[in-house]
């Protein structure tokens, strides 16, 4: 149990285009979700947290406009990337919470995203 | 603050040899520890967990952890690690606040087991 499913796995997008990367919850509820950005060989940097049915809290210095996080239902999360630029290259992680809340993140597999 | 501090950045071991990967936290409040995994190109996948009873922890592919509060410690052992271990490993804590919990990941640590 406590899957979490990230697709797409790898994108590759034009600079100035938007890219959406989906997180879904396959088998619970996540009221919570968690998004992350991580650079080669770096640990993972919180970007935002998620919250169903109201607005993400984004961490200090996460571009809010350029990270658009929509949670709009128990078992779906996603990050838009909007206009991007090769800058935003990097691979992109989110996690869930589930039932008790003790700190124990289920992630999803990632997402590679290469922008040209 | 809370914090996390992972004391290695890369382990190389030999294959069948045991391995001890360092983590030690700092925070004022209780909290849970974690030793996550991940593989090249994937997510975080849990391997042990320390809530609350015994302090020695055992975990998945033959990991455990042992929490030591008075040292603020939580490092993970394996007594034969195989090639398949390589990969890189982080230490979390997650702490309490207002709105939950948050989790608190260390910079990892990367495991290369030689043949």
């Known amino acids: 149990g406590a899957v979490v499913s990230q697709h797409p796995s790898w994108v590759i997008c034009k600079s100035g285009t938007s890219v959406k990367i989906e997180c879904r919850s396959l088998?619970?509820?996540?009221?919570?979700m968690f998004w992350y950005r991580q650079f080669p060989k770096q640990s993972l940097m919180l970007m935002a947290t998620?919250?169903?049915?109201?607005?993400?809290?984004?961490e200090q210095g996460v571009e809010k406009d350029k990270f658009l996080i929509n949670h709009a239902s128990l078992t779906l999360s996603t990050l838009t990337v909007t206009s991007a630029h090769p800058e935003d290259s990097s691979f992109y992680i989110c996690?869930?919470?589930?039932?008790?809340?003790?700190?124990?993140?289920?992630f999803g597999e990632g997402s590679r995203l290469t922008v040209l | 603050a809370q914090s996390v501090t992972q004391l290695d950045s890369q382990v190389p071991v030999f294959e069948e040899a045991p391995v001890e990967l360092r983590c030690n936290y700092s925070?004022?409040?209780?909290?849970?520890l974690f030793w996550y995994v991940q593989y090249p190109n994937q997510g975080l996948q849990l391997l042990l967990k320390?809530?609350?009873?015994?302090?020695l922890v055992k975990g998945i592919n033959g990991f455990e952890a042992e929490f030591n509060k008075s040292q603020t410690s939580f490092h993970l052992r394996k007594p034969s690690v195989h090639i398949s271990d390589t990969a890189e490993y982080f230490c979390?804590?997650?702490?309490?606040?207002?709105?939950?919990?948050?989790?608190?990941f260390g910079a990892g640590t990367r495991l290369f087991v030689k043949a």
């Open positions: 996690s869930a919470k589930r039932g008790v809340d003790t700190g124990e993140l289920f």
């Open positions: 088998d619970f509820q996540a009221t919570t």
């Open positions: 998620s919250n169903e049915g109201s607005k993400a809290t984004y």
């Open positions: 925070s004022s409040v209780s909290v849970y």
């Open positions: 320390y809530l609350s009873g015994s302090t």
């Open positions: 979390a804590v997650s702490v309490g606040w207002s709105g939950g919990f948050k989790t608190i």
